[in-house]
Nanobody, 119 residues
Framework: QVQLAESGGGLAQAGGSLRLSCAAS????????MGWYRQTPGKQRVLVAL???????NYSDSVKGRFTISRDNTKNTVTLQMNSLKPEDTAVYYC?????????????WGQGTQVTVSS
């Protein structure tokens, strides 16, 4: 199975920036959509941003204009640049990728990375 490794995250002040990255590893696979979800305690995981295999992006209203998602298909990576951070962006962020591997389709998830924004 494809495994995802996240990096980035941590602590930032309101108005600051952070960058999250996620890389897929494995063999004989291709990736369709990639994206990021986030989750706060006691709440469901919600979509933050996604990017299709053709580069079409979609953002939640709460992050539009502040976050930018990008992908590198040669490296099977997805990146989330987060600017103008707000305390309400504090959450655990999970990357995901839609995987096609040996005829099977499934969603792979990262382990999650904490983002904390102080006011």
């Amino acid at each position: 199975q494809v495994q995802l490794a996240e990096s980035g995250g941590g602590l930032a002040q309101a108005g600051g920036s952070l960058r999250l990255s996620c890389a897929a590893s494995g063999s004989t696979f291709s990736i369709a959509a990639m994206g990021w979800y986030r989750q706060t305690p006691g709440k469901q995981r919600v979509l933050v941003a996604l990017i299709t295999d053709r580069g079409v992006t979609n953002y939640s209203d709460s992050v539009k204009g502040r976050f930018t998602i990008s992908r590198d298909n040669t490296k099977n990576t997805v990146t989330l640049q987060m600017n103008s951070l707000k305390p309400e962006d504090t959450a655990v962020y999970y990357c995901y990728m839609g995987v096609l591997q040996l005829g099977a389709r499934y969603t792979a998830w990262g382990q999650g990375t904490q983002v904390t924004v102080s006011s």
